[in-house]
């Protein structure tokens, strides 16, 4: 079983609808990270959190640090969300550099 | 702007090559990354280096090589060691704090083997 789990691993929705991608960890944590991976491989950082809830424009991340559990949604979908996205936690600093572990993606799919 | 800087993009190798791959960043941050993925599998670290001379080995170093001469720039040479090198390799970096700091990745150079 991996460290950090992501559920679907595919979603195909239609333009408009709300998307959930759900992430599950079994090690401890300093911090969630969830990544956009574009079409052409590049990675962006969409959030960094240890608890509670953050929200950037129609994207919202939350966290329940006892449950182990993250969720990033996405609301009013749109074609240009269509990528790959990453969970991935930060399990342990060492001499500042992070270790971190990540989850294989969801591949999200939008359609116009 | 600021930003990590990867190159090249695309290259191809000979079995039996060793090739390196650039990584520049203008963040100033002192930690960097190197991570590959493979296909259906999740990022896997392969050196990390917290400051200027120094790096340590990640997950699957066999078969690799890093030098950290100057803060902005940390390379990786893949060797003619490494058994399966074609992947996608991606560079990342962040500040070097106790706590847990932002990532911010370059675009990757995706490496084939002929």
């Known amino acids: 079983k991996n460290e950090v789990e992501q559920s679907p691993q595919n979603l195909t929705a239609q333009e408009g609808e709300f998307i959930t991608i759900n992430c599950s960890y079994s090690?401890?944590?300093?911090?969630l990270h969830w990544l956009q991976q574009h079409p052409g491989g590049g990675i962006v950082s969409l959030f960094m959190?240890?608890?509670g809830k953050k929200k950037h424009g129609r994207l919202i991340a939350t966290i329940n640090i006892q449950e182990k559990h993250s969720s990033l949604h996405i609301t009013a979908s749109h074609p240009r969300d269509s990528a790959v996205y990453i969970c991935?936690?930060?399990?342990?600093?060492?001499?500042?550099?992070?270790?971190?572990?990540f989850g294989q993606g969801t591949r999200l799919t939008i359609n116009p | 702007d600021g930003g990590i800087t990867q190159s090249p993009k695309y290259l191809f190798r000979k079995e039996g090559q060793n090739v390196t791959l650039s990584c520049e960043q203008n963040?100033?941050?002192?930690?960097m990354y190197w991570y590959r993925q493979d296909p259906g599998q999740g990022l896997r670290l392969i050196y990390y280096s917290q400051i200027v001379n120094d790096f340590q080995k990640g997950d699957i170093a066999e078969g690799y090589s890093v030098s950290r001469e100057k803060k902005e720039s940390f390379p990786l040479t893949v060797t003619s060691a490494q058994k399966n090198p074609t992947a996608f390799y991606l560079c990342?970096?962040?500040?070097?704090?106790?706590?847990?700091?932002?990532?911010?990745f370059g675009e990757g150079s995706r490496l084939t083997v002929l």
């Open positions: 963040l100033n941050h002192d930690a």
């Open positions: 991935a936690v930060t399990h342990s600093i060492i001499q500042g550099a992070q270790k971190l572990v």
């Open positions: 959190l240890s608890s």
């Open positions: 990342a970096s962040s500040m070097w704090a106790r706590m847990t700091g932002e990532l911010f």
């Open positions: 090690v401890g944590i300093s911090a």
